[in-house]
């Protein structure tokens, strides 16, 4: 064994090891959260394009935090209602999702097709927490993974009171749609 | 091939190969958690204070909020005639008065605004400019404060056809300092500096540029309902010819869906700067009290999402 192997050998480990480190998550800061509210009197709806996300691949981890106030509604006075009198963003700045995919034996990041991914976490909002599991569906396609799910959120769940006034206004249940595009890491 | 050289080789593989794993291993779940918001968080970002107030008005005068870019407010004001009037007036609710207003978001800073008042047959011009805004974060600003301006034009019939008679004579203008801080949640107060100049005073004994000083509040009863007061101060010795008071109001705002109702008592019955500042007759002491009520509601005339423009 030359000693030309031995350094070749080393570095291609220890390259390897960080190779790994920096591929086995991927991250967004552009991802999307869009809700809709059907009510008698009107349809709302808001989007967050600032939405930002974590997935490690290894162990399936995923999170993801989306700034209240960076939700943009059509209009100005909605957009301050929901922050100042529902959201009170003031107090509770963000909304997160601690979860895990749990059918991560399902899901080739390294081949190009779509997989179902069932995701359990705890759902943040307004400073309550409640489980929640998702139903997402995770693209690969030409190395880029993005994720897409769909899920109904209960405003009373999460303390949010809507005053009898404009209950016709709001929505119950609001439906959440996510689209991420993910990037691996590099570090 | 020396022993001892491979065997340094091999444990050097292994040490680099066990701290790349370190990493792996004392990473909890907090720590992806710690990884996102530390990409994310951005100590320079300013975040700025919304809704240090309801709407435009605190009661009758402005307050430091401006309608965003693209927003058009149609503005309603009644102001009753007095309580003490006695129930043959119907305290004061045969008599009305009242001012239409339009105003428009230019800018997110910058509005401008008409109306008109059936008092005095009134019409009026102003615009409203956001020199600073309240702010936490990147940039600490303690307070907001608003520039104000506006025209009123009095379109009564001359009083004495018979002499020359100027059409400045119908003018007069008013300039304000808002300077307002959203102190907490609940509580906003504001402080407002105000310079009237009318163009003509009944004697020579009336000033023509009159300074007043300005202040009000408002307190969140609940997230919908606030308390509102305000208080014009009057530097004495500036109307003399006619018995004058300070303006002092008391309301709440209730605000639904697109629309906020200010309900109010108060011994002014005018509705822009000038009159209920610098012409308010009516005396508190005496049951002068006036009812009245403001009525806005917003129309979103055109917008665009901040993050979605970013991208281009």
Redesign the interface.
């Known amino acids: 064994?030359g000693?030309n192997l031995?350094i070749f050998?080393?570095l291609f480990?220890?390259g390897m090891?960080?190779q790994?480190?920096a591929q086995d998550k991927l991250?967004t800061?552009t991802g999307t959260i869009k809700f809709v509210s059907e009510a008698p009197?009107?349809n709302i709806e808001a989007?967050?394009?600032?939405v930002?996300?974590?997935i490690?691949k290894?162990t399936g981890?995923m999170?993801?935090?989306a700034?209240i106030?960076?939700f943009?509604f059509?209009?100005?006075?909605m957009q301050?209602?929901f922050?100042?009198?529902y959201m009170?963003s003031?107090?509770y700045p963000t909304a997160?999702f601690?979860g895990r995919i749990t059918n991560l034996q399902d899901i080739n990041f390294l081949k190009d097709g779509k997989y179902d991914a069932t995701v359990l976490g705890d759902l943040t909002i307004h400073g309550v927490i409640h489980q929640q599991i998702v139903k997402a569906t995770i693209t690969v396609a030409g190395g880029q993974v993005s994720a897409t799910a769909s899920f109904p959120v209960v405003v009373q769940d999460y303390q949010i009171?809507v005053?009898r006034?404009?209950r016709d206004?709001i929505a119950r249940q609001v439906e959440v749609s996510v689209v991420m595009k993910y990037e691996l890491i590099n570090k | 091939m020396n022993k001892r050289i491979l065997a340094k080789w091999i444990s050097l593989v292994c040490l680099i190969g066990a701290l790349s794993i370190i990493p792996q291993l004392t990473q909890a779940q907090d720590d992806l958690m710690n990884m996102l918001q530390d990409a994310t968080e951005d100590s320079t970002e300013i975040n700025y204070t919304t809704a240090t107030f309801k709407t435009t008005r605190i009661v009758t005068g402005h307050s430091i909020e401006l309608p965003a870019a693209g927003v058009l407010q149609f503005l309603i004001g009644h102001r009753f005639g007095r309580l003490n009037a006695g129930p043959y007036e119907f305290f004061g609710l045969d008599q009305a008065t009242m001012r239409l207003g339009f105003e428009y978001g230019v800018l997110d800073r910058l509005t401008v605004g008409v109306g008109r008042s059936t008092f005095e047959k009134t019409f009026d011009g102003f615009g409203k400019y956001k020199l600073l805004r309240q702010s936490t974060g990147g940039r600490k600003m303690p307070v907001s404060l608003v520039y104000f301006t506006s025209v009123a034009l009095n379109s009564l019939r001359w009083a004495e056809p018979e002499r020359e008679n100027f059409f400045s004579s119908r003018l007069s203008y008013t300039h304000q300092l808002l300077l307002a801080r959203k102190i907490n949640d609940g509580l906003s107060l504001q402080l407002t500096p105000t310079y009237v100049h009318h163009n003509l005073v009944p004697t020579t004994l009336d000033k023509n540029d009159i300074y007043a000083m300005g202040a009000g509040f408002r307190q969140k009863i609940t997230k919908s309902i606030t308390i509102n007061g305000e208080y014009f101060y009057l530097l004495p010795d500036q109307v003399v010819t006619k018995e004058v008071f300070n303006s002092a109001s008391l309301g709440i705002d209730i605000e639904t869906g697109g629309h906020v109702f200010q309900l109010h008592v108060s011994n002014s019955r005018a509705m822009i700067e000038k009159m209920f500042i610098t012409e308010t007759t009516g005396d508190i002491t005496n049951g002068d009290i006036h009812f009245g009520f403001n009525i806005s509601r917003v129309f979103t005339l055109k917008r665009k999402d901040p993050a979605e423009k970013k991208k281009w």
């Open positions: 064994m000693i031995k050998f080393t480990l220890t090891c960080l790994a480190m991250f800061r009197l009107e989007t967050n394009r600032q930002a996300s974590i490690d290894k981890e999170r993801v935090i700034t106030k960076s943009y059509e209009r100005a006075a301050e209602h922050n100042e009198k009170e003031d107090k997160s601690t009171t005053p006034i404009v206004n």
